[in-house]
């Protein structure tokens, strides 16, 4: 088999593999202000979701919108106030078929001392 075809079943993660997406989880405060939204399990706002970062709010304000983005936060928004949630369903569906293509293409060892 040539090395062409051997690369066929990995083709899919080249679409899932979006650097865009894994920059914009890349940043420590952008994965805390992630935390904190999905702990809270209801929409919050901009000022709600500052209290778990150390910057100022429009810092939180750009990680929001960069986390928004790339799908991974919804906004809505009420009145003056922008309310953020979680999009998990898209989120876990993404990182399920990352998963799900990984595994088709390199199979796990057995053996996980080896590394």
Do not use: W
């Not at 865009?20 to 890349?26: D, N, P, S, T, V």
């Not at 405060?29 to 809270?40: D, M, P, T, Y």
């Not at 009145?79 to 990352?98: A, F, M, N, P, Q």
């Amino acid at each position: 088999m040539d090395k062409l075809n051997e690369n066929d079943c990995c083709s899919g993660l080249e679409g899932l593999l979006l650097p865009r997406m894994f920059k914009a989880l890349g940043d420590p405060n952008r994965v805390s202000i992630l935390i904190r939204l999905a702990e809270c399990c209801v929409p919050c706002s901009v000022s709600e979701v500052a209290e778990c970062c150390p910057v100022d709010l429009s810092v939180v304000s750009r990680h929001l919108a960069i986390l928004r983005e790339v799908g991974i936060l919804e906004a809505q928004k009420r009145g003056k106030e922008v309310y953020y949630t979680v999009c998990s369903r898209t989120l876990v569906d993404t990182l399920r078929r990352i998963a799900d293509a990984l595994e088709s293409c390199c199979p796990m060892d057995e053996n996980p001392e080896r590394y």
